[in-house]
Nanobody
Framework: QVQLVESGGGLVQAGGSLRLSCAAS????????MGWFRQAPGKEREFVAG????????SYADSVKGRFTISRDNAKNTVYLQMNSLKPEDTAVYYC???????????????????WGQGTQVTVSS
């Protein structure tokens, strides 16, 4: 069992930055691939970024590539999402999720993820 708690959301102007954190409980955090997803009003939840359990492989949605960076600190049971050059279209509720996948691949399908946080709101004003 893994419990996830996101933090770091807020209101920021376009072009600004935010860093989201996702703190995990449980001793097995380091065995999970981690993903960040987001859901804007009226839209489906979408993949944003993912990182393998050891941090050796990263994956990003095209819409955030070059602007967002995912990282993790297994000693702190925490995964991060650094978001730079934010745009109004980045406005959404951001969720972190844990996926126990030993294939070495990062799943972009939310159905593959076993545990989810409650989400944190990110609002980017123009």
């Amino acid at each position: 069992q893994v419990q996830l708690v996101e933090s770091g959301g807020g209101l920021v102007q376009a072009g600004g930055s935010l860093r989201l954190s996702c703190a995990a409980s449980g001793r097995t955090f380091s065995s999970y691939n981690m993903g960040w997803f987001r859901q804007a009003p009226g839209k489906e939840r979408e993949f944003v970024a993912g990182i393998t359990w050891g941090g050796g492989k990263l994956s990003y949605a095209d819409s955030v590539k070059g602007r967002f960076t995912i990282s993790r600190d297994n000693a702190k049971n925490t995964v991060y999402l650094q978001m730079n050059s934010l745009k109004p279209e980045d406005t959404a509720v951001y969720y972190c999720a844990a996926d126990r996948d030993y294939s070495g691949n990062i799943n972009r399908n939310q159905l593959a993820y076993d545990y989810w946080g409650q989400g944190t709101q990110v609002t980017v004003s123009s």
